[in-house]
């Protein structure tokens, strides 16, 4: 369901790693390597991924583009 408060997270800036909480939560649930999430307005993208040690990082925009 929208809601208008995103209440899900406590930053709204894909940036900062604490707005990933809930998409770490569920990426481990479903044990996928790449959770993404954009702001609330979508015009932001950003990406964590697993690494080789099973944790979750974030990547940066240099990161993301170099995968462009």
């Known amino acids: 369901m929208p809601d208008a408060n995103f209440s899900t997270v406590?930053?709204?800036n894909p940036e900062e790693y604490a707005s990933f909480k809930l998409a770490i939560h569920y990426g481990e649930q479903i044990n996928t390597i790449?959770?993404?999430m954009t702001d609330p307005d979508a015009d932001r993208l950003d990406v964590v991924s697993k690494n080789k040690s099973g944790e979750y990082v974030v990547l940066t925009g240099d990161y993301?583009?170099?995968l462009r």
Do not use: A, D, G, K
């Open 64 to 66: 993301l583009l170099s």
């Open 10 to 12: 406590t930053s709204q």
């Open 34 to 36: 790449l959770p993404m």
